[in-house]
C-alpha cells in the first residue's frame, strides 16, 4: 500500500457514516442498532469525520456537538493495518479542535484510560455492558405505554432532567427508528422513566433505560423484552455505579461482556445515576 498518498480529514456524508463508522464498529464487535447512522448523523451532521490515504477511508470518528456546552466522542477507530502511524492522532485532533471550548465525554474502554487522559479526560465511573436473552412474555403494565401515546415534548423534558442537556433533535429519529419500539412509564399522569428496545447486528439493545425508581425500571425492562421473541439476544449497558442497576440486569440472568471508562474533559454532569439502568449508547452518550 502506497504510504504516500496524501491524507485528507473531511467530514462524512451520512452514507459514509453508515459504511464507514457504523460498519467498522461492527467489525470491531460493538454490536451497531442497525438504524443508528441515520439517528447519529441528524444529531449533528457536522460531527462526524473520515481521514482517506487517498481515496481509502483508514480512519474515522464522531465528535458529535449536543449545544454549545456539551459534546461526546465515538466511532474513534482505525483501520488496523494503519495504526500506530499517527492518522489516528490527527483525525482525534480534529475532531477536538471541532468541539472547541465543550465539556466533551466518551465511553472508551478501559485500558485506554491513560490516553485519553492526556488529552485532558478525567475517569467519572464504569459503565458495564450486560448480555441475555429475552423471556417469556409477561403480561402489559397498566402504567407503561407506547411512546407514541405521549407527547414528544413531555418525553423531551424528561429525558433532559437525566441526559448533561436537552436532545430533541436525536430523539425525534432515536424513538420512531424502524424495528424499534419505544415505551414511557406514567405516574399520576406525568412521565417516570421510558425506554428504547432497537434491532442490532446481533439481538436487541435497550437504550435509554431511564426510570424514577426500580420497579418502574423492571416494568420497563420486562415490555421491551415482550417486543421480541423469546431467547433473542439482548444487551444493556449500566452504570456500574447504580447497584440497582446492577441488580435488574443480573436478575434476568444477564452476563457481563465488557465495560467502559466514561470520561470527561471539564466535569461530571450533574445527572442522576439513579435513574439511568440503561445508557443510550456508548457512541453518543
Known amino acids: 500500500m502506497d504510504e504516500t498518498k496524501p491524507y485528507l480529514i ?6 459514509e457514516v453508515e459504511q464507514i463508522a457504523v460498519e ?8 451497531p442498532g442497525l438504524h443508528d447512522a441515520l439517528c447519529f ?22 465528535a458529535v456537538a449536543y449545544d454549545p456546552d456539551f459534546a461526546f466522542i465515538g466511532f474513534y477507530i482505525v483501520k488496523p493495518e494503519h495504526r500506530g502511524r499517527g492518522y489516528g492522532l490527527q483525525i482525534w485532533n480534529a475532531a ?16 485506554q484510560q491513560d ?44 429525558d433532559a432532567g437525566i441526559f448533561p442537556v436537552p436532545r ?40 435509554p433505560l431511564f426510570a424514577d425508581n426500580r420497579d418502574l425500571a423492571h416494568q ?12 433473542t439476544p439482548l444487551f444493556l449497558d449500566t452504570p ?12 434476568y440472568g444477564m452476563k457481563k461482556v465488557f465495560e467502559t471508562a466514561r470520561m470527561y474533559t471539564k466535569y461530571q454532569p450533574a445527572i442522576d445515576l439513579n435513574k439511568i439502568y440503561g445508557v443510550t449508547t456508548f457512541e453518543l452518550g
Open 96 to 111: 477536538m479542535t471541532y468541539l472547541q471550548t465543550r465539556n466533551i465525554g466518551l465511553d472508551g474502554v478501559v485500558e
Open 24 to 31: 467498522w464498529a461492527a467489525k470491531e464487535g460493538w454490536n
Open 115 to 158: 490516553n485519553y487522559k492526556k488529552s485532558g479526560f478525567e475517569f467519572a465511573y464504569r459503565n458495564i455492558r450486560y448480555e441475555g436473552t429475552a423471556h417469556q412474555p409477561t403480561e402489559p403494565f397498566p402504567g407503561i405505554v407506547p411512546a407514541s401515546e405521549v407527547a414528544f415534548n413531555e418525553i423531551v423534558q424528561y
Open 10 to 15: 473531511r467530514n462524512m456524508t451520512q452514507h
Open 41 to 62: 448523523y441528524s444529531t449533528d451532521p457536522q460531527g462526524f469525520f473520515a481521514g482517506f490515504l487517498g481515496n481509502e477511508p483508514i480512519a474515522c470518528i464522531s
Open 240 to 251: 456500574a455505579a447504580n447497584q440497582a442497576a446492577i441488580q435488574l440486569a443480573e436478575a
Open 220 to 231: 420497563l425492562f420486562l415490555a421491551s423484552g415482550n417486543h421480541v421473541q423469546p431467547g
Open 168 to 207: 430533541p433533535q436525536f430523539l425525534q429519529g432515536w424513538l420512531k427508528q424502524p424495528e424499534s419500539l419505544a415505551f414511557v412509564a406514567l405516574q399520576g399522569g406525568k412521565v417516570a422513566g421510558y425506554s428504547v428496545i432497537r434491532r442490532c447486528r446481533t439481538g436487541y439493545k435497550i437504550g
